[in-house]
């Protein structure tokens, strides 16, 4: 008998075609033509030009805004990602040991601000920070605590500040969620027999829930470092309408690295030069990660 070769088959292809079309069209080549437009200088619509490194070399040398904008976001990110962390492990903590019965209304309260449009919490934290008729100013006047009104959103430390407690606000109960969901895996039994040594609630968090959940915790400080530095939508809803505040706030103090990228891109038409702060950003964050993940395997190693 002759051996029959087995006829390919390409109905299996056919079907899966489709994504691969999408997949090349909407992300390998954006990716790949951003890349390329960040070593050119191009208004998005006529011919670009060639400048090799000199948009990346601009970032760090001759651009002041940029050089801010960075600097805004590591303080950003040195500040507010271990509040919502610390805040996030505790408010799980406590819902799971104290308030069980509760557990998914409390749940569900604390990481709404995390579902909340950004153009509401603009609109709220504007409210709450006006100078004039500000419900914040309204409450220090009442108690007696300050005598004149703070202009929390004209003044770049004030500023700054309010910055820091939306995202606090919006991304704590993100970490919160992430965090019960892993509290959630460590077996109770352990939890008992610490009671049975005598270990109180405090030393059972320590020796018992924080090494177990290190891998969790891990992976909660690179999803929170990725979403700091992509930090957009918080600072600019609450400025964007503020009536004679410039782009980043007073003294560009709350001007995010994204917020840089959109203004030169979208505003000026520099997107050669809005590409590299782009892929800048990417860089940082791509190697942050790995420094962090690498940091985090070692420590279960050990």
Not at 149 to 176: D, P
Request: aromatic share 18%.
């Amino acid at each position: 008998m002759r051996n029959k070769k087995k006829s390919f088959n390409m109905a299996p292809y056919y079907f899966i075609m489709p994504f691969f079309i999408g997949y090349l069209l909407f992300s390998v080549f954006p990716f790949a033509f951003s890349f390329f437009i960040s070593f050119t200088d191009w208004n998005g619509v006529g011919a670009s030009a060639f400048v090799g490194l000199s948009n990346y070399i601009r970032i760090f040398t001759q651009d002041a805004a940029a050089q801010k904008a960075f600097m805004n976001t590591f303080l950003f990110l040195v500040i507010a990602i271990p509040i919502e962390i610390i805040l996030g492990l505790l408010t799980a903590m406590i819902i799971k040991d104290f308030v069980p019965k509760a557990k998914g209304a409390l749940q569900l309260l604390n990481f709404l601000p995390y579902l909340t449009a950004p153009v509401a919490v603009g609109l709220i934290f504007q409210f709450l920070f006006d100078w004039d008729y500000g419900t914040v100013n309204q409450i220090l006047t009442q108690i007696g605590a300050s005598n004149n009104h703070i202009y929390w959103l004209g003044t770049e430390g004030y500023a700054r500040f309010v910055v820091i407690l939306v995202i606090v606000w919006r991304m704590f109960g993100y970490s919160m969620i992430i965090l019960s969901a892993g509290l959630s895996t460590i077996s109770p039994d352990l939890y008992e027999a610490a009671e049975l040594d005598g270990a109180n609630w405090f030393q059972k968090q320590i020796r018992i829930t924080l090494p177990l959940l290190k891998p969790i915790l891990g992976f909660v400080c690179v999803i929170s470092l990725i979403n700091g530095f992509q930090l957009f939508d918080d600072p600019y809803m609450l400025f964007a309408s503020q009536a004679g505040q410039p782009y980043g706030g007073p003294g560009n103090s709350v001007l995010t690295v994204m917020m840089h990228m959109f203004q030169a891109s979208f505003m000026n038409f520099q997107m050669g030069y809005g590409a590299s702060i782009a892929y800048t950003l990417f860089f940082i964050i791509f190697i942050l990660s790995m420094i962090l993940t690498k940091f985090m395997k070692q420590e279960d190693d050990i």
